[in-house]
């Protein structure tokens, strides 16, 4: 089974690390950028300079060694080490050290509650799709994630030719435990079909030359959905905050919850089109 939310944080920060860190491929990352406003310059170790922007630097890695430097506004930095952020306000500068951004000049305020890659141990999670030469039908939710909703709608794209009616089953190590025919492109599963702790595969078949797609979720136990919903919601919360957004996307992948990763990872790609970060993280999870 492959484990996506590993592969999300080593395929992004090794892209992070390739467009952040030009030729200076021996200094250590110490963060992400989280937020720009107004104005403000990054220093590299090397001594390259670039002036910051929001459209194109969000989800900039920073490198031991950097400085950060602001006339007007903040730049907030994201710490790999420690769930924490470090503000750069009006009129200073910060360096990077180790796991934190010190003063150099100004002042630099800590920000609690956010949350960079690589927080808790991933799950292990994997999709698995068997179609014909030419495919014609593609599970689309939910594949390779966890879920919170033991009652979850399983959706799929049909372009199949003719009758639009496919079989979905549910099937849990050896047993289907769910079967049912759609016309449509989502199906409800009942409740009480489904149980808290356990692992899934989900089929929708055409019957039409092979053309069979699925995936494969999870559903943690009941308390730790409840911890996860709690933990959602305080995010939501503070949605208006570029920093919290990019937190939750990053809590989410931690936690294998794929599909609202995806979801939200869309909603800042539309918010920022220019920046290759958001499209390179949204590539690696599909």
């Known amino acids: 089974m492959k484990k996506l939310s590993v592969a999300l944080l080593l395929i992004f920060c090794a892209a992070a690390v390739l467009a952040g860190a030009g030729e200076v491929s021996a200094a250590v990352q110490a963060g992400y950028i989280f937020d720009i406003e107004g104005t403000a310059q990054l220093r590299s170790a090397d001594g390259k300079t670039i002036t910051l922007k929001r459209s194109e630097h969000i989800l900039y890695a920073v490198k031991e060694g950097d400085r950060i430097s602001v006339r007007k506004g903040r730049v907030v930095v994201a710490s790999l080490k420690e769930s924490k952020g470090?503000?750069?306000?009006?009129?200073?500068?910060?360096?990077?050290?180790?796991?934190?951004?010190?003063?150099?000049?100004?002042?630099?305020?800590?920000?609690?509650?956010?949350?960079?890659?690589?927080?808790?141990?991933?799950?292990?999670?994997?999709?698995?799709?068997?179609?014909?030469?030419?495919?014609?039908?593609?599970?689309?939710?939910p594949v390779s994630t966890t879920i919170l909703d033991p009652a979850p709608v399983l959706s799929w794209e049909n372009r199949c030719s003719g009758d639009r009616k496919v079989t979905v089953k549910i099937i849990s190590g050896d047993t289907v435990v769910y079967s049912a025919e759609s016309e449509g492109s989502s199906l409800k599963v009942p409740d009480k079909v489904l149980a808290y702790g356990n692992e899934y595969r989900w089929i929708v078949d055409s019957g039409k030359v092979n053309n069979v797609s699925g995936g494969v979720f999870s559903l943690p136990s009941e308390a730790e959905a409840e911890e996860l919903g709690r933990k959602i919601a305080a995010f939501k919360e503070r949605k208006e905050d570029l920093s919290f957004r990019l937190s939750y996307v990053f809590f989410l992948v931690d936690n294998n919850l794929n599909d609202l990763a995806r979801a939200e990872i869309k909603t800042l790609k539309a918010d920022f089109p220019e920046n290759e970060h958001l499209k390179k993280m949204e590539e690696s999870i599909r």
Not at 106 to 115: A, C, D, F, P, R
Request: charged fraction near 20%.
């Open 86 to 141: 470090y503000e750069i306000g009006d009129n200073s500068e910060g360096l990077a050290k180790p796991g934190r951004m010190v003063a150099v000049r100004g002042k630099i305020s800590e920000l609690t509650g956010l949350y960079a890659p690589g927080g808790t141990s991933s799950g292990s999670m994997g999709g698995f799709v068997v179609r014909g030469v030419r495919p014609c039908i593609k599970a689309i939710s």
